[in-house]
């Protein structure tokens, strides 16, 4: 896509995002491709879609043959449920207390993550009319974040066969670490999740659909792939940061996956600063050479996040500029010096490509220490969304 491309002519505030359905569908297809026709996949799009906007990502997915969906809570499941969407929708953190009768309403299918839960869940199916609630049942393998432990099985066990309006419908746990090769964190929890599933099997309860993989389990692990798996990262173009490092290659190389968003914004300002010109809150760049310094109407509010204060690089005709200064909630500048071209209206590309250039969501996170998840996160709620292919 050209760098002014068409979402940049709407009128208003000059900062947007483009998000390529084309890339997203191509994503879920490499999943396909890798895991096969007899896995079944979830597709995480909690977090408005890490971001990308929750109903036409669950959408397009939706069309291209996801099985579930997965979003955090109920407030996110109904959501999608308004906007028409059909499919399984799995509540991934679970429920809260008086959320089980719209979760029942929606046809949401909640986590239990511990042993309590099953009584209200109880109750709320009993006073539903339809028939039996099916909800998926989350052990802790090591993670030590949510899930009953292995050492719960028995008390889960004699706990739902006092729940005859329940049915357990799949079975998971959670990795910590499975883009991480220099530990064997994951094989460990592979073997806990193993043995857990035994003791349910032993007293004669069918676990259902049994899924633990997240991104990278697809991408490098098949014995976690089980009956479905639940990728996010993936879906919206990026491998995560592996360890060891080299393995990001191979894994583009094995799916080569299409970052689906840009954020794209206008130079609005442009000023010429002499040596010594102070620029920004608390004056944190200070011009070395008499310079040119561009304004641009994106700030942290949008997801130009604080950290690339000072530090960022952003692309404007095709080339890579350096921030100087503090980021601004709304503002941030550019010295924008060796581009002479460089004028009032000029597109900026804080991700996505520019000509031959490029500034992916998952460089600029690499650059600052954090995950592609963060910055797409922090995608403000005001900057308009542009849905392409
Ligand atoms: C967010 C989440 C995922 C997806 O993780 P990625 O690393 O983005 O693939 C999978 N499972 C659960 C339970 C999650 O909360």
């Given at each position: 896509?050209?760098?002014?491309?068409?979402?940049?002519?709407?009128?208003?505030?000059?900062?947007?995002?483009?998000?390529?359905?084309?890339?997203?569908?191509?994503?879920?297809?490499?999943?396909?491709?890798?895991?096969?026709?007899?896995?079944?996949?979830?597709?995480?799009?909690?977090?408005?879609?890490?971001?990308?906007?929750?109903?036409?990502?669950?959408?397009?997915?939706?069309?291209?043959?996801?099985?579930?969906?997965?979003?955090?809570?109920?407030?996110?499941?109904?959501?999608?449920?308004?906007?028409?969407?059909?499919?399984?929708?799995?509540?991934?953190?679970?429920?809260?207390?008086?959320?089980?009768?719209?979760?029942?309403?929606?046809?949401?299918?909640?986590?239990?993550?511990r042993l309590e839960q099953l009584r209200y869940l109880e109750r709320a199916a009993r006073r539903a009319l339809n028939g039996r609630l099916r909800f998926h049942l989350k052990v802790d393998t090591g993670m030590n974040r949510l899930g009953i432990s292995p050492d719960?099985?028995?008390?889960?066990?004699?706990?739902?066969?006092?729940?005859?309006?329940?049915?357990?419908?799949?079975?998971?746990?959670?990795?910590?670490?499975?883009?991480?090769?220099?530990?064997?964190?994951?094989?460990?929890?592979?073997?806990?999740?193993?043995?857990?599933?035994?003791?349910?099997?032993?007293?004669?309860?069918?676990?259902?659909?049994?899924?633990?993989?997240?991104?990278?389990?697809?991408?490098?692990?098949?014995?976690?792939?089980?009956?479905?798996?639940?990728?996010?990262?993936?879906?919206?173009?990026?491998?995560?940061?592996?360890?060891?490092?080299?393995?990001?290659?191979?894994?583009?190389?094995?799916?080569?996956?299409?970052?689906?968003?840009?954020?794209?914004?206008?130079?609005?300002?442009?000023?010429?600063?002499?040596?010594?010109?102070?620029?920004?809150?608390?004056?944190?760049?200070?011009?070395?050479?008499?310079?040119?310094?561009?304004?641009?109407?994106?700030?942290?509010?949008?997801?130009?996040?604080?950290?690339?204060?000072?530090?960022?690089?952003?692309?404007?005709?095709?080339?890579?500029?350096?921030?100087?200064?503090?980021?601004?909630?709304?503002?941030?500048?550019?010295?924008?010096?060796?581009?002479?071209?460089?004028?009032?209206?000029?597109?900026?590309?804080?991700?996505?490509?520019?000509?031959?250039?490029?500034?992916?969501?998952?460089?600029?996170?690499?650059?600052?220490?954090?995950?592609?998840?963060?910055?797409?996160?922090?995608?403000g709620r005001r900057v308009p969304r542009f849905y392409l292919w």
């Open positions: 896509m050209g760098h002014a491309g068409k979402p940049g002519r709407f009128a208003g505030r000059p900062v947007w995002a483009e998000i390529s359905l084309g890339a997203v569908v191509h994503n879920f297809r490499l999943i396909r491709r890798q895991v096969g026709s007899k896995c079944k996949i979830l597709c995480v799009v909690k977090a408005d879609a890490y971001g990308h906007g929750a109903v036409p990502i669950a959408r397009a997915l939706e069309k291209a043959g996801a099985d579930w969906l997965g979003v955090t809570c109920a407030s996110e499941g109904m959501e999608l449920r308004e906007a028409g969407v059909r499919k399984p929708l799995l509540l991934l953190t679970g429920f809260w207390l008086g959320e089980e009768r719209r979760m029942v309403s929606h046809r949401l299918t909640p986590v239990v993550t719960e099985v028995a008390a889960f066990v004699r706990a739902l066969a006092d729940c005859p309006h329940l049915e357990l419908q799949g079975t998971c746990t959670h990795l910590a670490s499975s883009e991480v090769f220099t530990s064997d964190q994951t094989e460990q929890q592979e073997r806990v999740f193993a043995a857990a599933l035994d003791r349910l099997r032993a007293a004669r309860v069918n676990p259902g659909i049994v899924h633990l993989a997240n991104s990278a389990g697809v991408v490098f692990r098949p014995s976690t792939w089980a009956d479905m798996v639940r990728p996010g990262a993936l879906l919206y173009g990026y491998h995560q940061r592996f360890d060891p490092p080299e393995m990001r290659a191979e894994a583009q190389q094995k799916m080569p996956l299409r970052p689906v968003l840009s954020l794209r914004s206008r130079i609005i300002s442009l000023r010429e600063v002499s040596a010594g010109a102070r620029i920004g809150y608390n004056a944190r760049f200070v011009a070395q050479r008499p310079s040119r310094v561009a304004v641009i109407a994106a700030g942290f509010a949008d997801g130009l996040v604080r950290r690339l204060s000072n530090t960022g690089r952003l692309l404007v005709r095709g080339r890579c500029v350096p921030v100087v200064g503090a980021v601004s909630m709304d503002l941030t500048m550019l010295d924008v010096t060796d581009v002479p071209e460089a004028q009032v209206g000029d597109v900026v590309t804080i991700f996505g490509a520019d000509g031959a250039a490029r500034r992916d969501v998952s460089d600029v996170a690499h650059e600052i220490g954090t995950v592609t998840a963060d910055l797409v996160c922090s995608l």
